[in-house]
């Protein structure tokens, strides 16, 4: 049974391009959750999404950052016009009911050059 | 927001000694997870907790979610090299679409053989 997948694994992106990570759930699961981790600090969530449905971002910043899950493939956390705070670990993690164990992904490390 | 105290910081120990840490908080939780994150690598679940009062084992690690559900605190017995690793505590919070996880600062813990 294939774990939550993440990729690219590592990822760097000067100044102003656009970042696209994705992360296919846990086989059965419908309900993914995105965090960002800062070094040497707890994970921070972002937003936590159901199949074609944005069920709670109030930990994505407005600006330049999107997400979503479709119905068919990935989930994909999408990152616009990237500055050097963006630079870290983003995980993904999925759960088969909604408040359910959440199981994560090994990790996208972003780095803003 | 919610914030996650997690005491201590960092450990050193012998193997084959016994390590306690703990979280607390200012808000009431209803679910309280434990994770080990290893370098480079995505949290990966340890023990779920439930009900207040509860004490559960997996292994040599014991968890419990305290009386008040602002507190939980994690045993590792006769701890081994492979438990090396940052310790994070989470609450999870059960209202309709407010599934995510609140992380804790950590703890790191290190042993020596």
């Known amino acids: 049974n294939a774990g939550v997948m993440q990729n690219p694994r590592h990822l760097v992106r000067r100044r102003g391009q656009e970042a696209r990570l994705r992360c296919s759930p846990m086989?059965?699961?419908?309900?993914v959750y995105w965090y960002r981790q800062l070094p040497e600090e707890g994970l921070k969530f972002m937003v936590y999404l159901q199949k074609e449905n944005i069920i709670d971002e109030s930990g994505m910043p407005k600006e330049r950052f999107s997400a979503e899950f479709p119905k068919e493939g990935p989930s994909i956390l999408r990152i616009q016009q990237v500055v050097r705070g963006d630079s870290a670990a983003y995980f993904c993690?999925?759960?088969?009911?909604?408040?359910?164990?959440?199981?994560f992904g090994p990790g996208t490390r972003l780095t803003v050059t | 927001g919610q914030q996650l105290n997690q005491s201590p910081q960092s450990m050193f120990i012998q193997e084959g000694e016994d390590v306690s840490m703990n979280c607390t908080s200012s808000?009431?939780?209803?679910?309280w997870l434990w994770y080990k994150q290893d370098p480079g690598e995505g949290p990966v679940l340890l023990i779920a907790?439930?009900?207040?009062?509860e004490l559960t084992s997996n292994g040599r690690l014991t968890a419990q979610f305290g009386i008040t559900r602002k507190d939980s605190f994690l045993n590792i017995s006769a701890s081994i090299p492979s438990d090396v690793g940052i310790y994070f505590c989470a609450g999870q919070v059960m209202n309709t679409g407010f599934q995510k996880l609140v992380f804790g600062t950590g703890t790191r813990l290190l042993v020596s053989p």
């Open positions: 907790l439930y009900k207040a009062g």
């Open positions: 808000s009431i939780f209803n679910t």
């Open positions: 086989k059965g699961h419908s309900h």
């Open positions: 993690a999925s759960s088969p009911q909604a408040g359910g164990e959440q199981y």
